[in-house]
Antibody
Framework: EVQLVESGGGLVQPGGSLRLSCAASGFTFSTYWMTWVRQAPGKGLESVAN????????HYVDSVKGRFTISRDNAKSSLYLQMNSLRAEDTAVYYC??????????WGQGTLVTVSS | EIVLTQSPGTLSLSPGERATLSCRASQIVTTYLAWYQQKPGQAPRLLIYDASKRATGIPARFSGSGSGTDFTLTISSLEPEDFAVYYCQQRSSWPLTFGGGTKVEI
């Protein structure tokens, strides 16, 4: 059974940092694109960053370029999102999703990031 | 950036009725379009990919059609569990964008 479990969310002050993790199981992690998708409270979905299987191709949405870094550890079947210089507008539930050039066929339950003083 | 516009914003229907949801892309995405269902407090669930292919385990009452810039998700006969928000999403180019959603309410 495919499972994606996010962790690392929480309350952080503006300008602060957080590192999100996504632990994958039930599939061969090292062969899939992976994507972080976020959803602000009461709003729609936004793809934030994604990465190809070997980490050689990465994309970021313009609003997070220079502040967020996506990475993965295929040996640990894990995906990460380092978020620096956080802003109020980064407040959202962050989902880890399998896929990135194809459809997002599996999603984690999400982890809430709240940026507030 | 490819903008996806979904209509209507809200669809008020009764169980057993047919639901027709629309998604229009600002540029051609061929058939690189997916549909997701999201219920309150839950992650989105993939329903349809590549415009018309049902994802694993999705009931046959869900169908997708379209190509180019205009797409439709049809729910042939609404079940109580189908009342939710539906999003379309394109994978033609980064950023992979989503539509604003259509809420299907009772």
């Amino acid at each position: 059974e495919v499972q994606l479990v996010e962790s690392g969310g929480g309350l952080v002050q503006p300008g602060g940092s957080l590192r999100l993790s996504c632990a994958a199981s039930g599939f061969t992690f090292s062969t899939y694109w992976m994507t972080w998708v976020r959803q602000a409270p009461g709003k729609g979905l936004e793809s934030v960053a994604n990465m190809n299987p070997d980490g050689s191709e990465i994309h970021y949405v313009d609003s997070v370029k220079g502040r967020f870094t996506i990475s993965r550890d295929n040996a640990k079947s894990s995906l990460y999102l380092q978020m620096n210089s956080l802003r109020a507008e980064d407040t959202a539930v962050y989902y880890c999703a399998r896929g990135g050039q194809q459809r997002f066929d599996f999603w984690g339950q999400g982890t809430l990031v709240t940026v507030s003083s | 950036e490819i903008v996806l516009t979904q209509s209507p914003g809200t669809l008020s229907l009764s169980p057993g009725e047919r639901a027709t949801l629309s998604c229009r892309a600002s540029q051609i995405v061929t058939t690189y379009l997916a549909w997701y269902q999201q219920k309150p407090g839950q992650a989105p669930r993939l329903l349809i990919y590549d415009a018309s292919k049902r994802a694993t385990g999705i009931p046959a009452r869900f169908s997708g059609s379209g190509s180019g810039t205009d797409f439709t998700l049809t729910i042939s006969s609404l079940e109580p569990e189908d009342f939710a928000v539906y999003y379309c999403q394109q994978r033609s180019s980064w950023p992979l964008t989503f539509g604003g959603g259509t809420k299907v309410e009772i």
